[in-house]
């Protein structure tokens, strides 16, 4: 049987992702394990007795060997069960269950802006190349991606709620609030982010479309009577689509993963704030599920990225 | 001279074209690149121009198209299509009638095609954009197009990628597409210089046919006068953007008045007698040989020989197995099977196992001279490096030997700080010469080393090559497609076939009839120059090339 090489090219990149996972979650296990002290030690605080820690670390399961622990807290995370916090002893998954579709929300609604924002930008700069609007886009974007996230933050804030009164300065969430609420409350982060991101990958969609039109291929639609902008569009974007489409994802994965700060300064109520708490006490059994969570969303949106550009090429695709 | 009529397709008057390059380092430097030009073509006639590289031929053939490339400014004369002149239009004007009146067939159709879209898409995309016809009916004329030219399976044709068909194939698909919307004039930039002399032929007849039923006026450009001999109503020889002389390809051909173009005319004027075989200093036994991951013998069960101090030629179609016989042999690719002796000892298979000496004395010049420099290097440096890697020269031992090296290449005093970038083509290979010869090898594998050189830059590559074999004894593998060049250095030649030797001897014996049908093939391919040469050889063909 002929297994058409793009099946295998997924099935590939799948089976890869998911070995890198496994690594990760091991590397994550052994970090929290090789902190000073345990979770026993933890909970009961500096000045627990021995016999206090040796009965809590029995009933923890601490005293069998790391390996052992390892597997257990794998097969348990398989089935969807990240233990408890020991904090307040809530459910972990619950708790991030919750907080993870606010931070899909606010993902999403700045990604809903910024991607198609970042490539039309990107496509008008590569356009006018060294002219007037490729100098002021990537001036301005330029400028947006030099600011400290908090800074942007700060200003975004000064600007949009005191100058003029258009929003609320924090940007609270709670479950039963209308979507349109919702979009109101969180539309300075999402702008604040929209300016974090964009520059990156409108400069990657410039330089990739910019790239593509060395090519002889692109003379050949000039001399078919073209515009200009339908030579950027035609032949060059499927052309630069794939190195496009791997900054898009990384900026993606940044969203979800790596917004603590613009959390934490909207007090945002999403996974970010939710590990930054539990790191400060210590909380282990939820920094190291945060931490998976982390990984497999990156391991997976670059995954995509990477089957992206496997499928955008024609001769992967359609092989002689 | 032609005469200029009212009715013209295309009139070119006194066509001036300017540029500016900018040196890095240097200020910048302002250059005509064409230069009181004019031409006239009517429409169903051809136009044939003519020249090296550097005459302008292409500059014209866009300027017809008033399209400049880079920073090429169209600074003075008239360039006329169906009267009108099109050299002051703005961008919309220029846009309207560019795949519309006049299209386009570049030199590397493999380039030239958006490798993210099916070719139907393609070949049609200009006479739906201009509004030509509607969309049926483009693609029945694309599919008739197809047939046409001969490609096959016309009707399923449109729906592969440009990767999934040959480089000869794809370039009749370029014409095809020049030809869909009905264009009043079309510009085939070199179509067949990147194709075997096997393909060339079909694509040529395939082309000519084309212009023929269609009706169009045409400008055909290349270097090879034999060429535009065989399509061309009128040929114009052009020389540093100025015209040397313009007049009927009968003119042109038999009885060319300017000295440049009986140049051009009686090229391939090396006279070269073989000399009789003597011991080999190579010898290459039943190798086979395949790339990693496949399961296909490249190379099967070849067999040659090249003696001391002569040239042994290897010759066939692209894909024929040449440059991996070469690969083989160097020891880049180690042979599935056979075995290679090398001055008297048997060489490892692979290069990593091979003895410093194994390596200096088989030394390697590439077909892209640019490509195998480093551009960052001086010639000096680059002539240095073998001499001081395999005999430790050092100071004024290795100047004193690096210019003997250049005065051997016959280039003098004053290049040993130059860029490969401040050389011409004949001259970067001219430098990787002088770096082959440093190490005082006993053979030099030339890989296709004057296919990308003009004719007449080519022959003096190849006159040095024979002058520095009579003076260093050293032995050639000469890799080429091209039987003139056979004829011109050969002693003994190979001619390879999908993998295999089908025929091997002495030059004298080898190019004597009776022929294989390969071998006939090949050497009937060769374009002549003369009139009517292209009908004549169709008409007598045995069989197809590989590549069709």
Request: proline content about 5%.
């Amino acid at each position: 049987m002929v297994i058409h090489p793009i099946l295998k090219l997924v099935v590939q990149r799948i089976v890869l992702g998911l070995i890198l996972l496994l690594a990760v979650s091991f590397v994550i296990f052994l970090g929290v394990q090789i902190l000073p002290g345990d979770a026993a030690q933890a909970i009961l605080g500096q000045s627990a007795t021995p016999e206090a820690l040796a009965n809590l670390r029995s009933q923890l399961g601490l005293n069998e060997p790391a390996l052992v622990r390892y597997f257990t807290w794998l097969g348990h995370a398989l089935h969807g069960d990240l233990g408890k916090a020991l904090t307040n002893g809530q459910d972990i998954s619950h708790d991030i269950g919750q907080r993870l579709g606010n931070t899909l929300f606010l993902a999403v609604c700045a990604g809903v802006i910024a991607v198609p924002l970042a490539i039309t930008l990107g496509l008008i700069a590569a356009r006018y190349n060294g002219r007037w609007p490729d100098k002021l886009i990537s001036g301005v974007t330029l400028a947006t991606i030099s600011l400290p996230e908090f800074v942007a933050a700060y200003f975004v804030i000064f600007l949009l709620t005191q100058v003029v009164h258009l929003f609320q300065p924090v940007s609270m969430v709670f479950p039963g609030m209308s979507f349109f609420a919702k979009l109101h409350a969180v539309a300075l982060p999402v702008i604040v982010l929209v300016m974090v991101v964009l520059a990156h990958m409108m400069r990657m969609t410039r330089a990739a479309i910019l790239n593509v039109m060395q090519s002889a291929y692109i003379e050949t639609a000039e001399l078919k009577g073209l515009s200009p902008m339908q030579v950027i569009w035609r032949p060059a974007l499927p052309n630069a689509i794939a190195p496009i489409i791997s900054v898009v994802v990384i900026n993606m994965a940044y969203l979800v993963v790596g917004v603590v700060v613009v959390e934490v300064v909207f007090s945002y109520n999403a996974l970010g704030q939710y590990l930054v708490d539990h790191v400060a006490k210590r909380d282990l059994p939820v920094v190291q599920a945060v931490g998976i969570i982390f990984a497999a969303v990156y391991i997976g949106l670059n995954i995509l990225a990477d089957l992206i550009g496997i499928i955008s090429n024609p001769r992967l695709r359609h092989p002689k | 001279m032609v005469d200029h009529r009212a009715a013209d397709v295309l009139q070119i008057k006194n066509l001036r074209i300017e540029a500016t390059a900018y040196p890095p380092g240097e200020p910048p430097r302002h250059l005509v690149l064409v230069d009181g030009v004019s031409v006239s073509l009517a429409k169903g006639r051809v136009l044939g121009l003519i020249g090296e590289s550097g005459a302008g031929k292409s500059t014209i053939g866009l300027a017809a198209m008033s399209y400049g490339r880079g920073g090429v400014r169209l600074s003075g004369g008239e360039v006329l299509l169906n009267g009108r002149d099109i050299r002051t239009a703005n961008a919309q004007g220029l846009r309207a009638l560019r795949g519309r009146e006049v299209t386009y067939v570049a030199q590397s159709a493999a380039a030239a095609f958006n490798p993210a879209k099916r070719l139907m898409e393609q070949v049609i995309e200009t006479a739906l954009l201009h509004k030509v016809m509607p969309r049926a009916e483009a693609e029945a004329r694309a599919v008739e197009l197809f047939r046409k030219l001969g490609l096959p399976n016309p009707e399923s044709f449109g729906n592969r990628y440009p990767h999934q068909v040959s480089g000869g194939q794809l370039q009749r698909a370029m014409t095809a597409m020049a030809l869909c919307p009905k264009p009043d004039l079309v510009i085939f930039d070199e179509p067949t210089t990147a194709l075997d002399v096997t393909t060339q032929i079909d694509v040529l007849a395939a082309i000519k046919e084309a212009i023929h039923d269609t009706g169009v006026a045409a400008i055909y450009i290349t270097h090879d006068l034999a060429v535009v001999a065989q399509v061309a109503d009128d040929i114009m020889v052009l020389r540093h953007g100025k015209t040397v002389e313009y007049g009927t390809t009968d003119h042109i051909i038999n009885t060319p008045s300017e000295a440049y173009t009986q140049a051009l005319v009686s090229v391939r004027s090396i006279d070269h007698t073989e000399k009789t075989a003597t011991t080999p200093v190579l010898r290459a036994e039943a190798i086979t040989a395949r790339y990693r991951g496949t399961d296909f013998d490249v190379l099967k069960n070849v067999t040659v020989d090249v003696a001391a101090g002569q040239t042994l030629a290897i010759v066939g179609e692209s894909g024929s197995g040449k440059s991996t016989l070469a690969r083989v042999i160097t020891g880049l690719l180690p042979a599935a099977a056979g075995r290679i002796d090398f001055a008297g000892r048997q060489l490892s298979p692979d290069l990593a196992n091979r003895s410093k000496d194994d390596l200096r004395e088989l030394q390697m010049i590439y077909q892209m001279a640019d490509t195998a420099m480093n551009p960052r290097q001086t010639v000096g440096t680059i002539i240095g490096r073998p001499l001081e890697f395999y005999f430790g020269l050092k100071g004024a031992e290795k100047r004193a030997r690096i210019q003997d090296l250049l005065d051997q290449i016959e280039m003098g005093k004053g290049f040993e700080n130059r860029y490969p970038a401040e050389l011409s083509g004949g001259q970067k290979q001219r430098v990787c010469i002088a770096r082959a010869l440093a190490a005082k090898p006993r053979l030099i594998i030339c890989d296709e080393v004057t296919s990308a050189l003009d004719p007449l830059v080519a022959d003096g590559i190849l006159k040095l090559l024979l002058d520095l074999q009579a003076k260093e004894g050293v032995a050639y593998l000469f890799i080429t497609h091209d039987l003139a060049t056979v004829k011109a250095i050969a002693d003994k030649i190979a001619v390879m076939y999908r993998g295999q030797v089908v025929r091997y001897g002495q030059k004298s014996e080898v190019l004597a009839p009776p022929f294989d049908d390969y071998t006939d093939l090949l050497l009937s391919s060769v374009p002549e120059m003369k009139l009517g040469w292209l009908e004549s050889v169709l008409a007598s063909r045995k069989m197809e090339s590989a590549g069709n």
